[in-house]
């Protein structure tokens, strides 16, 4: 470098100065910096990077080694100066905390909210990348032509660039955000080991607030042909397409990820059931289980981020990086939160702490939210592309087969039962109502239940009897554990097949007295509204009876009611009603609904098989015939 003689003199104040004539020998000498005032030495930077304190002299090849962190440094800085006038949220969010972090990494407090600037920063990298042009040529080149050497993974992730992975949900592209890359050497046993280092970020929910969270991956220099296919790579750049459909997900997740319990419902194949919390099932899997699986069908689901990360429920599975992240953030976060709720504990440098995502890094939210699934009685994870607004049929109350003085009974009850004000003497117990629905199977009695919850636009949560245990102590913790969530989330409980608890008790029985005491201490406090089914009720339990708001018994269904069901369901199916059904002769067949829904199903299955356009009175009768013998055949069976 030619040096004018007035420049000369003031060496000193140079950042930095190049020796040496071949790319092997060049070294750089980095001066002892001069103290000033809202600046930081570029020597303090790079020894902190090549992790030998205070060194003067480096040579150029150590320093391509860290081009990459250099150029993320430098990448900050200039995103932290374009914010620092205008200051939108992505700079208090995002640049301002993020860079002043790193720099006091290297002793460094920003007294006020002016510009930064490291002298000689931008210099040294022009001068590194003029010195290493041929293999950042030959990288780019490579690059371009969808091929990766080694070598070239700096020129790959870039700062400020999004790669993208596929993670273990089902394949659902996650997004990250490229912070910080670099080269490293280490003695191995074959001599030196070459490392590459990459570290990235994305959006995390923390149930009451969003997070960032950190990781990096690590790639071992490969043998054998030198490009591969850039495909190969676990993390890839995202491609434009992708770009906006990440960015919408992104916002949704903005939006159901924080601010407490959301009911929604989600499309098929995009819940992931946590294997550990199907309900009440202690399994003694075996490690080699995956820790989630994918449910085929669609569901309604409560998003509940705060309560299923306190039961130890997130929505990551796996163990790749970012989902060790996530956990990790997790933990962290919950103890932060315990220990603010005893005194004001101080966030941790390494949590931010966010109440809303700017919208420039919605691209990096996880792609799944953690949840408890009503349709499959489990928590897991869903993916957010898969959720939508729950929509409620506001018209199966009307449909459902009562008498209309009956409906108009449970309308009223439901709506105004509730907040009737008239609360028990004893503080704590409140307006609940408790629906007995008793009579034979197949008649309405659980359609009543999901009719009515559909018309109070709520959740229902359905439970058989035989799912809570066959102790009191397990019928203890587990409905108790039900009716917790339900209260909490306003959801409605249809405790099925409940039989045990409503007959009247003999005294000799004392497990099912146990059973039935524990049951009525839970729902007498329970706030919510409760339903009750049961096929026979030849004496009802006085206990019991005392505490239910309505009793709904249930008639075997009449011809009428049948000829009803039967247009219902017809009008449901996907084909046309062929126009020789005759419902008034279907509806002489003495069956319940669940059996006339299977029929219409069955029937729905064969037409479609046959190609046929229209459900006909001929494939209607055919399916009835077949089931029908094959109940007598049972029944006859049952008897021999």
Known sequence: MHHHGSELEKTDSRPFERKGTTKDDTVFEFPKPTELAGSIPLRTIVSN????????????????????????????????????????????????????????????????????????????????????????????RFIEGGLITFEGLGELYQPGTTFQTTTALGGAAAAFLVTDYYYEEHRALLGMQKTFHVSMQFVASMGDHFTLVSFTEVLSSWTGVRARPLSSLAYLPVDPVAHQDLQNRGEMYARYGVGGAKFLAYAPHTFFIHKTSSFGGQSNSTLAKPRSSQLPSGGRIMIDVARASNMGYQAATGADEPTLALSNATGLHKRWQNRKTTKSA???????????????????????????????????????????????????????????????????????????????????????????????????????????????????????????????????????????????????????????????RTSSDLTRNAMVCVMLRLLEYHPGILFLTTNRVRALDPAVESRVTVAL??????FNARVQIWETLLGRTSLSRGTDVDVAKLGEYVMNGREIKNVVRLSVALATERLSEALTQQILEETLRTTFLGRQEMIEACVD
């Open 346 to 504: 101080p966030v941790p440098d390494t949590l931010s702490i966010w109440d809303t995502v700017p919208s420039e890094m919605a691209l990096y939210c996880w792609p799944a939210l953690a949840g408890f699934s009503f349709t499959a009685k489990a928590w897991g994870q869903v993916l957010v592309e898969g959720l939508e607004t729950v929509i409620f049929r506001d018209e199966a109350f009307e449909n459902l087969v009562l008498a209309e003085e009956r409906k108009q009974l449970i309308r009223a009850l439901v709506r105004f039962g509730a907040s009737s004000g008239v609360d028990d003497l004893v503080g704590g117990k409140s307006g609940s109502s408790i629906f007995l629905l008793h009579g034979p199977p197949g008649v309405g009695k659980t359609l009543t239940a999901e009719a009515i919850a559909e018309l109070l636009h709520l959740p229902l949560y359905i439970v058989t009897m035989g799912e809570l245990g066959a102790t009191a102590q397990s019928l203890e913790h587990r409905l108790g554990e039900v009716l917790e969530l339900c209260s909490e989330w306003n959801a409605l409980v249809l405790l099925d097949e409940a039989d045990i608890f409503v007959e009247k």
């Open 49 to 140: 990077y090549i992790s030998a304190p205070n060194q003067r002299i480096v040579p150029a090849q150590q320093l391509y080694m860290i081009l990459g962190r250099l150029r993320c440094l430098l990448h900050a800085i200039e995103r932290y100066n374009e914010g620092v006038v205008t200051r939108p949220s992505m700079f208090l969010q995002y640049w301002r905390p993020r860079t002043l972090e790193q720099l006091s990494g290297f002793g460094f407090q920003a007294r006020d909210d002016g510009p930064l600037s490291i002298v000689g920063l931008r210099e040294l990298i022009q001068e590194l990348e003029a010195l290493y042009d041929d293999e950042i040529g030959s990288a780019r």
């Open 553 to 558: 018994r249930y008639e075997p269904l009449s």
